[in-house]
């Protein structure tokens, strides 16, 4: 009866279920093993160490091989060839020196005697005696009296950029 009595002066609530601890909970031996944990750490760390080893030593071999000279040539299948520029047009490197250089040229050949092709009788003269020279014999024109005489009416062609008279439409 006693027993009875005890229970009966415990309250008991829903939530008091989540109080009590339920048996054989606790820590279980067979979800994770340390052993394994600690070689995985272990060799984690033998990784890392390697690596950096190896990437110092990269670097130290690659900034050695960027300051001594290469002794084999870059490209050695172009032993015997000049050196390349790019392709024309380039860059000027002094232009106000062409360029006086080249009107020096010009300036020299419009003021000068000289053949432009000596197989065929053509020569240069200076620009001065040649103007002297058109003024003196005058532009070369159509004779007047052989020119043909146009019907009325009549126009050059669009299509055959006129060389042949039409006559107009109205």
Do not use: C
């Amino acid at each position: 009866m006693a027993e009875h009595v005890h229970h009966a002066a415990v309250a008991h609530s829903a939530d008091d279920q989540y109080l009590e601890t339920p048996p054989g909970s606790g820590y279980e031996h067979t979800d994770a093993s340390v052993g394994p944990m600690v070689k995985f750490a272990f060799w984690l760390v033998v990784a890392g160490v390697v690596s950096s080893i190896g990437l110092a030593v990269m670097y130290a071999l690659m900034i050695r091989e960027s300051v001594e000279p290469a002794s084999t040539q870059e490209f050695p299948l172009a032993v015997n060839q000049p050196a390349r520029l790019p392709p024309p047009p380039t860059l000027q490197q002094f232009p106000r020196n062409e360029l006086y250089d080249f009107r020096t040229r010009e300036d020299a050949h419009l003021n000068s005697y000289g053949w432009v092709d000596k197989d065929s009788g053509t020569v240069h003269i200076p620009i001065e005696d040649a103007m002297r020279l058109t003024l003196e014999r005058g532009l070369p024109s159509r004779p007047q009296g052989n020119a043909q005489e146009e019907p009325v009416g009549t126009f050059p062609s669009d299509s055959s950029s006129g060389r042949v008279l039409e006559k107009r439409r109205q």
